[in-house]
């Protein structure tokens, strides 16, 4: 199956809820690594978040952070919905990325991805998720959900 038509996990963070790890048993439960994937996940096709966005989701982290792990990903990631906030990536990346953009149908120029139009925005459910992923990073003090 190709990775754009792949359907994300639909309880990401299932696994650290099932295993019924909260508070200081969960501290050890996540790398911030396995945080950003499981977020890049619940992308859907045709949408998009960035580096910063992710962070912020996360309440821990920012922009470079993010893009270290995503340069770790790897090819089972879906690395080109996660783009810098003017709607771009490296220049190296960016013509890969334009043909599954294409095959996704997510709004973009010839140069860019139109952020206003393709940004994901998270249901009150996938929050949910997200928060309990967050949750699990050892990281004692998070910063408040910003989006």
């Known amino acids: 199956m190709d990775q754009s038509e792949r359907t994300p996990d639909p309880d990401v963070g299932a696994e650290v809820e099932s295993r019924g ?7 050890a439960g996540l ?3 396995e945080a950003v994937f ?3 996940a619940m992308i859907p096709a045709g949408k998009v ?3 910063g966005d992710i962070a912020e989701l996360l309440g821990s982290g920012g922009p470079r952070q993010v893009g270290k792990v995503m340069g770790r990903g790897g090819s089972e990631v879906t690395w080109w919905r996660v783009i810098r906030s003017n709607g771009t990536l490296p220049a190296a990346l960016q013509p890969v990325a334009a043909g599954h953009w ?3 149908a997510t709004p973009c120029t010839e ?8 940004r994901w925005v998270p249901t009150e459910e996938d929050h949910s998720r ?3 992923v ?3 990073l050892p990281i004692p003090k998070r910063h408040p959900r910003m989006i």
């Open 38 to 40: 499981a977020v890049v």
């Open 21 to 27: 790890e909260t508070g200081a048993a969960a501290e």
């Open 31 to 33: 790398e911030y690594d």
């Open 49 to 51: 978040l960035s580096y």
């Open 111 to 118: 140069e860019r991805v139109q952020m206003k139009r393709a």
């Open 102 to 104: 294409a095959r996704e």
């Open 130 to 132: 997200i928060d309990r």
């Open 134 to 136: 967050a949750e699990a």
